[in-house]
């Protein structure tokens, strides 16, 4: 099993910038994938940016430039720095993992940027 904990939501202005973290409870060395997702009121949830299992990035078109994933592996953690915000990135924002074939995600967190 793993246990998936995103912060650093928040409410920011157009333009501005935040850092979301998510901490996984084993080694993220082992796990097969891990990303970003997020799901605005009455849409689907989307990748937004994802590590594949041979350490591959995949970012949704809407936020290649402004958006960037990395991953910490001492602190076991996948991080998504956001900047050049904008409103229709409002949205909350999942951690999934993928794990010995199952799948994981995390509470989410809210991402409020304003006009």
């Known amino acids: 099993q793993v246990q998936l904990v995103e912060s650093g939501g928040g409410l920011v202005q157009a333009g501005g910038s935040l850092r979301l973290s998510c901490a996984a409870s084993t080694s993220i060395g082992s796990i097969d994938f891990m990303g970003w997702y997020r799901q605005a009121p009455g849409k689907q949830r989307e990748l937004v940016a994802a590590?594949?299992?041979?350490?591959?990035?995949n970012y949704a078109g809407s936020v290649k430039g402004r958006f960037t994933i990395s991953k910490d592996n001492a602190k076991n953690t996948v991080n998504l720095q956001m900047d050049s915000l904008k409103p229709e990135d409002t949205a909350v924002y999942y951690c999934?993992?993928?794990?010995?074939?199952?799948?994981?995600w995390g509470q989410g967190t809210q991402v409020t940027v304003s006009s």
């Open positions: 590590f594949t299992g041979d350490g591959v990035t």
């Open positions: 999934k993992a993928i794990f010995r074939r199952s799948i994981y």
